[in-house]
Nanobody, 113 residues
Framework: VQVVESGGGLVQPGGSLTLSCETS????????MAWYRQAPGRERELVAS???????YYADSVRGRFTISRSNADKRATLHMSSLKPEDTAVYYC????????WGHGTQVTVSS
């Protein structure tokens, strides 16, 4: 199973960024997907998740600013981030499966002027 994130980068406060998570080797349509992030010196935290039937969860810190979605046809999960704040700076990880089972290597998101 492979989980590969892309789309990170440097963005100014108030800006937007979209992260993509491509998968292979798993039955994507039944896999719950999630995005986590880890800032320097902090523990990894759950940002958003989406079940196989499209139910979503958001951390309080990102609700209303981030949107998670999935494409079963493309085997891809997406995290659209808007109104970004410096405190959103972190390495963002995509996960797949229950518990979860599979992780990507992460993509850096830096929010700074």
């Amino acid at each position: 199973v492979q989980v590969v994130e892309s789309g990170g980068g440097l963005v100014q406060p108030g800006g937007s960024l979209t992260l993509s998570c491509e998968t292979s080797g798993l039955v994507f349509r039944v896999a719950p997907m999630a995005w986590y992030r880890q800032a320097p010196g902090r523990e990894r935290e759950l940002v958003a998740s989406i079940t196989s039937v499209g139910s979503t969860y958001y951390a309080d810190s990102v609700r209303g600013r981030f949107t998670i979605s999935r494409s079963n046809a493309d085997k891809r999960a997406t995290l659209h981030m808007s109104s970004l704040k410096p405190e959103d700076t972190a390495v963002y990880y995509c996960s797949a499966g229950n518990n979860p089972e599979y992780w990507g290597h992460g993509t850096q998101v830096t929010v700074s002027s």
